[in-house]
């Protein structure tokens, strides 16, 4: 008899999960919102500031003649705009980590909240099940959203306007890889809530963790892929976009010096994302069967 009321148990689970958190749930899409409105004006005002990059940014051009004020002002809003949408999405890891341990999973099993509702027909695995599943479809919906209306913004974008495709804040920001982030942040999170079960400490230690995964993947992003080498006058001119990595010169059979440079491509962008993607969709699986580990062992 109790086969058919699954489906009611699990949707009245689901907006449990949903009114419990309503405020971040507001929260995430004023968020959302405020970025889709200032990426659209992004995308209204770049003719604007290509415009000005082309007319008072070329060789000789004549201050006059290009209204340097306004053009300044344009280039500048435009810049600052994509910049800000860009922090929001690369650095959305912490923020997500933080209130996964503190609010989603550590204060409901500090106050007794989670005990209470493991008495009433919820097991243990359901309410974590739906804890983690909830927020994962808002945050990858959402953070997709956000990295599609920011590659929008900046599409035939000039790269003095909106900074190089290997810079940390542009490739984690116009990719998967965001929504990776996103995923692994909240799985650390609800692993840091049930490890600690108290939200202060387990949010410092999410966001511990989530600063450290940040920081390994940043340091080592571009060996997640092999990069090209080039000797002679290749080394000399690399590909628009490249990014170089390392050059020298090395002295060859006839005694001169030969040039060789190590570079990554802009080619290489989606085969670098990938890769990223998948190592933070690891740490995700493994933070959460970690959490469903911990969850078994605890209750009966």
């Known amino acids: 008899m109790s086969a058919p009321t699954t489906p009611h148990r699990a949707s009245g689970l689901t907006w449990s999960v949903l009114r419990l958190h309503r405020t971040a749930l507001y929260a995430w899409g004023a968020a959302l919102l405020t970025a889709a409105a200032v990426l659209t004006w992004m995308h209204v005002i770049g003719p604007d500031a290509r415009a000005a990059v ?10 006059a003649d290009c ?15 994509l910049d800000l949408a860009a922090i929001g999405v690369t650095y959305l890891l912490y923020p997500v980590a933080a209130w ?10 500090e106050s007794g909240t989670a005990q209470l509702a493991w008495t ?10 739906a804890k983690l599943a909830v ?12 990295v ?16 190089g495709w290997f810079n940390t804040n542009v490739f984690i920001s116009t990719g998967p890889v965001a929504v990776a982030y996103a995923l692994a942040g909240l799985a650390l999170g609800a692993l840091a809530g049930l490890a600690l079960r108290r ?42 976009g490249a990014l170089a990595l390392a050059h020298g010169a090395e002295p060859s059979a006839d005694g001169r010096s030969g040039l060789w440079a190590t570079y990554q491509p802009e080619s290489h962008f989606w085969p670098l994302q990938l890769v990223e993607s998948g190592l933070l969709l690891a740490v ?5 069967a970690a959490a469903f580990a911990l969850l078994r062992r605890r209750t009966p």
Do not use: Y
């Open 54 to 63: 082309g007319n008072c940014g070329s060789p000789g051009a004549v201050a």
């Open 67 to 81: 209204a340097r004020l306004q053009a300044a002002t344009v280039d500048e809003i435009h810049t600052h705009g």
């Open 100 to 109: 996964a341990a503190a609010a989603l999973i550590g204060r409901e099993l």
């Open 120 to 129: 009433q027909s919820v097991t243990p695995v359901r309410w974590l099940a």
């Open 135 to 146: 927020p994962a479809v808002l945050l990858a919906a959402g953070t997709t959203l956000a």
């Open 148 to 163: 599609l209306l920011g590659v929008w913004a900046r599409r035939d974008e000039d790269g003095s306007l909106i900074g």
């Open 199 to 240: 939200a202060l400490p387990a949010a410092g230690a999410a966001v511990a963790a989530a600063f450290v995964l940040h920081s390994v993947l940043d340091q080592f992003r571009m060996s997640l892929w092999p990069a090209v080498t080039v000797t002679g006058q290749a080394a000399r001119h690399l590909p628009s």
């Open 284 to 288: 995700a699986g493994l933070a959460t």
